[in-house]
C-alpha cells in the first residue's frame, strides 16, 4: 500500500507530529462548514443563514490548532506560546511600574 492517496501516513507524522490526525479532521470540517456557507450564500442571505456554517468553520479551526499544539513531542512543541506572552507582558508591566514606583522612591531617598 505504498502508494496510498494521501501519501504515507507515517511520514505525515513525522513532519507534523502526533497530533497529525487531529489536525486533518480539523480541516475536513473546516472545509466542510466552508462549502456549506458557500452553498448557503445567496443575494437575499442574512447573517443568521450562515450561522451554522461558521459555528463548524470556526470548530474545525480550534481543531487544528489543537491538533497542531498538543501531543507533540518536538522541542518546537508551540502549546506553551500563549503564556509565553503573557509572562513576558506581566514582567514588562512589572517593570514599568515598579520603574515609575521605584524612580520616585530612590529619588526621595537620596
Known sequence: MKNFPLGNMSSMEEQL???YQQMMIGLIIF???A???GMIATDGMVA???YWPAVMMLSGA???LLGTTFGTDHEDD???DLSDAIMELTERINRLVGSSSGDDS???SE
Open 106 to 108: 530612590s529619588e526621595e
Open 78 to 80: 508551540r502549546s506553551n
Open 31 to 33: 472545509i466542510s462548514g
Open 62 to 64: 480550534m481543531i487544528t
Open 48 to 50: 443568521e443563514d450562515i
Open 17 to 19: 507530529g502526533k497530533g
Open 35 to 37: 462549502i456549506w456557507g
